[in-house]
């Protein structure tokens, strides 16, 4: 199987699209995925990194953008749209995903045109502009809150969590890092947060009493690195604390961790499911149709996480809540089992799934192999193919089911 994932722009959007080509080429020697993007986005750096192969388009925004920015998203669709036409013609994918941001659109929209199969992965519980538009002509719709539900036909809706990439999963079933401090772990997406960065900055002032106790893993963003690290320097942390721009390693990182505090992104908070951690969010107060509240709501409702709005957030209060919840380990504990509860690990294999039911339905077991010129039927080096046995190995399917059933 093929699979072409299209969007990213941010860390919310891509890492959900870098699970899922991660479970697919998994699956067989043979399978393949491939990004479309744009070069401003996180997907420039991150999928040629992971091992993945990226085009991209010159796609823009076009909500939120003012006049200026809405007219040159629109002139920009009409070349975004052809330059989407080129790539699945050339690469003749068997599917199509879109995860958001915005090359989503106009190569959805062209595959689902052509009639390749097609499908949307909403990580919010409020989706954006570009899904919800998709959502009218992709055959499927991935949601990972229910909340996301009510703007898709029900038909097409399922729901079935974000995938989480394979090296975070390792957290799901492994134990916390034994270490001698409470370990803080404190970071606001993949672009930093500017907030966050002085909400903790000031928290500090209130937690000088308990400073030997605290281990602190920062992630600030490229911006706000210096100013972060002169911050806790200055207020006597700078041997508590880890300052740094990116987090390459998360899985680590949340393995170390006994309370994060964090923005509420889609991708994150199931992340922080998964990995069964404690949390404080503070929603990022500008992201569209305040998602990242109503997002993060999910959790304080099941008692998983605690939520400040930014505005209304002090320092002071923010070191109140890390001293809380640092004295009382077994309230720590039920949010942690409870946050769990909600983790869907398996989210990357079942959208795979439904993704080789779509393939088959369309073009056979082999999907469009030899329209790319590829032998339909390959075999493993060393290994006689079993009859009737290539599209579970291609696909992870035994049989395709109509992808509506598990709705």
Do not use: W
Request: net charge positive.
């Amino acid at each position: 199987m093929k699979v072409l994932i299209a969007g990213g722009g941010t860390g919310g959007h891509l890492y959900p699209g870098i699970a899922l080509a991660e479970e697919v080429v998994t699956r067989h020697h043979a399978n393949q995925a491939v990004f479309v993007g744009t070069e401003r986005g996180l997907e420039a750096r991150v999928v040629p990194a992971a091992g993945y192969k990226l085009e991209t388009i010159r796609a823009q925004g076009l909500k939120g953008k003012g006049l200026v920015g809405l007219l040159k998203g629109l002139f920009a669709l009409p070349v975004a749209f052809v330059e989407s036409v080129r790539i699945l013609q050339r690469h003749k994918p068997d599917v199509v995903v879109g995860v958001g941001g915005y090359a989503s659109g106009p190569v959805v929209l062209a595959a689902a045109l052509m009639g390749i199969p097609t499908a949307v992965q909403e990580q919010n519980a409020l989706p954006g502009l570009t899904n919800k538009v998709l959502g009218r002509f992709v055959r499927v719709v991935f949601t990972a809150f229910e909340e996301a539900r009510p703007f898709f036909p029900s038909r097409k809706v399922q729901l079935v969590g974000n995938p989480i990439r394979r090296k975070l999963m390792e957290n799901f079933l492994r134990s916390r890092m034994v270490h001698d401090h409470f370990s803080l772990l404190v970071f606001g997406g993949s672009l930093g947060a500017r907030g966050i960065n002085q909400r903790m900055i000031d928290a500090l002032d209130y937690l000088q009493d308990i400073r030997e106790q605290l281990h602190i893993v920062h992630q600030t963003g490229k911006n706000d690195l210096e100013t972060v690290r002169k911050g806790y320097a200055d207020k006597g942390f700078e041997a508590q604390a880890q300052v740094v721009e990116f987090i390459e390693d998360m899985s680590s990182a949340y393995a170390r961790a006994e309370l994060v505090v964090c923005r509420a992104g889609a991708t994150t908070l199931s992340e922080l499911t998964v990995a069964k951690k404690a949390s404080i969010l503070i929603p990022f107060p500008f992201a569209t149709d305040n998602h990242q509240e109503v997002n993060a709501q999910s959790l304080v409702k099941a008692g998983a996480a605690l939520m400040f709005r930014e505005s209304e957030l002090t320092g002071e209060q923010l070191a109140r809540e890390i001293r809380r919840l640092k004295e009382e380990p077994e309230k720590r504990r039920q949010m942690e089992k409870k946050a769990g509860l909600l983790g869907r690990p398996e989210a990357a294999k079942e959208l795979a799934d439904v993704l080789v039911d779509l393939m088959i339905q369309t073009y056979g077991p082999s999907g469009r192999a030899e329209a790319r010129g590829e032998d339909p039927n390959p075999k493993k080096p060393g290994k006689d193919k079993k009859p009737g046995g290539e599209a579970k190995m291609s696909g992870g399917s035994e049989k395709a089911g109509d992808p509506e059933k598990h709705v």
